[in-house]
């Protein structure tokens, strides 16, 4: 509020130009948004506009009165100022003017405020000494005032009476008829025209309408040092999301390059074993030749025809071993380029998915800070108006602006209601990891770590159909609640078997078999068996919405498996018309993938880097196919086990394929169980581990930096967590 006490000396003759005509304002009015104009420059405006009227400066609009510009509030403040300048340039250009009292045309030696008019030396000094004219004294500004240049604007508004009476032109105006729009009157006015209006006392309405504003400014001005607070945490933080990214992006160049560097280590030493490979063969070869040749010297007549014959048979079977070497090394030259290929690809996709969502960052900062920063602007304005008021000895100025530049802050402080950016969630980004092939062997706890029945569920006997989990830990659950209300359930659980979100719906928007799938975010891909929908459920606030498959594919069909792969966009649906259904974020078709023959009946599928892996349930095997349906490979069966119906697929951190299979006996339980964990590449068998013989789902989790298996029991409610640790 420092602003109010400005010498008025210091005021800049631009301060009181009219930005349209470029000349000082002639009778300024001021539009609500507080921009100020000559009252001909707003004509001229709204008569080139047919009638309309919008500020020049901010295009903000405002309503047109009647009779025009005229009908808009008249600017007391900058009147004042006007007026003072005015004053001040007669006094320092030494203007001679008509002095009020002697009518002589002489150097003014002060203004009397009361008479309105300038005064000579001696008519100056009867003002001062006469008893008469002792009244006009306090409306006295002397050249002395002038010169001293310490004249402030509530030292000015002192020096002006208050108006006259409109009806009552001699009387002085005490009192204020709100009814009449704040008009100035007189007390004889309150027993005729304005008899039965609202009256109130001038100085009265003045202190309490300043208290009013004074008190709205505070809470503008708290408003306004918050969002600039909010405005400098904002730039912080787009510091920190550039250095995040860069980070990101350091330490994914570190881990391909290391990868890259084994692999050429690797190759280096494929070449040399496949040069070296021939002259060692021939030593060797070479060698058991000459011995037999010593033997052929000491017996040769007899043995002459078994030498000839073994010459041949060795020389045939040194083709074959060196055909065989380069065959072995080509092979390993093939699959070392394939795995350079694809850690090169893995670290250009995971570079552009971080700058990308590094420009998303900052576009939705730098618009919030551009808003906020129109917004303080804004703030300013008013604060800097209002104050002049507060401090303004002229009652009728804070009658005639306090209502509306308190009505003008409001909005102002209702914009803090508007949500900022979530900045707390700025500098996350996509967990991008290599996914760098040559699996290493995984043990799997002999026992789970964890064991515990999931509340509610099993409480209620409910059935779970599918199980899956976020980067962050978060774990949500799917199935039916019961067959004879054939509802659907959505739980988010946490390991102790708590859960943290439930939602139950109805048969129309899921059925009983529903199966899930982490997308990206918080979000998880849902879909359901009969009535084949298919839709996106929110873990954080358990927002869901979902479509009809039959709307998104154009047939009728079942769903028995899902997949997703949010940073590919993809969400992955199987059916039993041996078909794969791709949608994108938007529940879009995008693509479909027709499945080779042999693959009839998909219960499990899951994609890592490309290729699906599927749970046959027709042919009782795992398949890895490429998302054009070409068949890669089949991967092999469990070990010594007679689990021969794979369940569910999953896939962990380093790439591994881990797959539930089951054996059933004729009343369809299931008494034993075992996971099998598969090389993705060439899908080679690594290890096999029984579990608990019960059958379910199976997800794998990174929870409190451990790789585990998730294994939710499909009956009993039960929550079994493994432990994978690399096999040393």
């Known amino acids: 509020m420092a602003a109010a006490a400005t010498i008025l000396d210091d005021i800049d003759d631009k301060f009181c130009q009219c930005c349209l005509c470029f000349e000082q304002y002639e009778d ?162 309150t027993y005729g025209g304005h008899k039965s209006h609202e009256i109130e006392d001038a100085i009265f309405l003045a202190t309490v309408k300043k208290e009013d504003l004074r008190n709205q400014l505070a809470i503008l001005i708290r408003s306004k040092d918050k969002i ?133 960052k900052l576009e939705g900062t730098e618009g919030a800070i551009r808003n906020r920063k129109s917004t303080i602007v804004r703030m300013q304005n008013i604060i800097e108006t209002g104050s002049n008021i507060l401090v303004s000895e002229n009652n009728w100025t804070a009658i005639q602006n306090a209502d509306r530049v308190r009505a003008a802050s409001e909005p102002l402080t209702r914009e803090l209601d508007v949500v900022f950016p979530e900045l707390d969630k700025v500098l996350e980004y996509s967990q991008v990891r290599l996914s760098l092939g040559r699996s290493k062997k995984m043990r799997i706890s002999e026992k789970p770590v964890i064991e515990v029945a999931i509340e509610d569920i ?117 059916c039993p018309n041996s078909r794969l259904y791709v949608l994108n974020g938007e529940l879009q078709l995008t693509s479909t993938i027709s499945l080779p023959q042999i693959v009839k009946l998909p219960r499990g599928i899951v994609v890592n880097n490309g290729t699906i892996f599927i749970c046959c349930g027709s042919s009782k095997s795992v398949y890895a196919v490429n998302m054009e349906g070409g068949l890669l490979h089949e991967l092999p069966k469990p070990d010594n086990t007679n689990c021969t119906m794979p369940y569910s697929v999953c896939t962990s951190s380093n790439g591994s394929v881990h797959s539930l299979w089951v054996r059933r006996y004729f009343d369809r339980t299931v008494q034993d169980c075992v996971i099998t964990q598969h090389n993705p590449d060439d899908g080679s068998l690594l290890t096999t581990t029984p579990v608990r013989a019960d059958e379910g789902y199976l997800a794998a989790a990174e929870i409190d930096g451990a790789e585990r298996l998730l294994l939710p029991s499909r009956y009993v409610g039960m929550l079994r967590v493994y432990e994978l640790e690399e096999d040393q």
């Open 458 to 574: 099993k409480v209620k006997e409910w059935v779970i159909h599918g199980v899956a989990a976020a980067p962050d830990g978060t774990i949500v659950i799917t199935g039916g609640t019961s067959s004879e209300q054939r509802n659907a359930h959505v739980s988010v659980i946490k390991l102790d078997g708590k859960i943290s979100k439930q939602n139950v719906f109805d048969s129309d928007a899921l059925d009983l078999f529903c199966f899930c799938a982490y997308f990206r975010d918080d979000k998880f891909a849902i879909a359901t068996y009969s009535n084949a929908k298919i839709g996106l459920y929110n873990a954080n606030d358990g927002a869901y919405h979902n479509t009809d498959l039959f709307e998104v594919i154009g047939t009728e069909v079942n769903v028995l498996c899902l997949t997703a792969d949010g940073s590919h966009d993809q969400i992955i649906v199987g």
């Open 28 to 189: 300024p009015r001021q539009l609500p948004c507080h921009h100020r104009y000559c009252s001909r420059c707003l004509d001229k405006e709204i008569n080139r506009n047919d009638g309309d009227l919008k500020c020049p400066l901010c295009q903000q609009e405002a309503d047109v009165p009647e009779n025009g510009a005229q009908g808009l509030k008249k600017d007391f403040f900058m009147n004042e100022i006007i007026e003072f300048i005015d004053i001040k340039k007669s006094f320092q250009d030494e203007e001679t003017h008509e002095c009020g009292d002697c009518s002589k045309n002489v150097k003014a030696k002060s203004h009397c405020f009361k008479c309105s008019e300038f005064l000579c030396d001696k008519c100056h000094e009867y003002h001062m000494t006469l008893k008469s004219l002792k009244e006009h004294r306090p409306y006295l500004l002397t050249l002395k005032d002038v010169k001293s240049k310490n004249l402030t604007l509530q030292k000015l508004s002192s020096l002006k009476q208050a108006p006259m009476c409109k009806t009552h032109p001699d009387v002085v105006s005490r009192l204020c008829c709100k009814t009449c729009e704040n008009m100035p009157i007189c007390l004889a006015c």
């Open 228 to 360: 600039e607070q909010e405005v400098e945490k904002t730039l912080k933080i787009q510091g920190d999301v550039v250095a995040t990214a860069d980070t990101e992006i350091n330490k994914l160049d570190n881990d391909a390059g290391e990868e890259l560097d084994k692999i050429s280590k690797d190759l280096k030493a494929v070449h040399e074993e496949r040069s070296n490979a021939p002259g060692q063969i021939r030593d060797k070869w070479e060698g058991e030749r000459e011995r037999r040749q010593q033997a052929l010297e000491e017996e040769m007549e007899r043995i002459r025809k078994e030498h000839e014959e073994m010459e041949q048979k060795f020389k045939n079977d040194m083709d074959t071993i060196i055909r065989k070497s380069y065959e072995t090394c080509n092979e390993k030259e093939s699959k070392l380029l394939s795995e350079q290929k694809s850690v090169e690809r893995q670290l250009q996709e995971g570079k552009a998915l971080i700058n990308k969502e590094r420009g998303n």
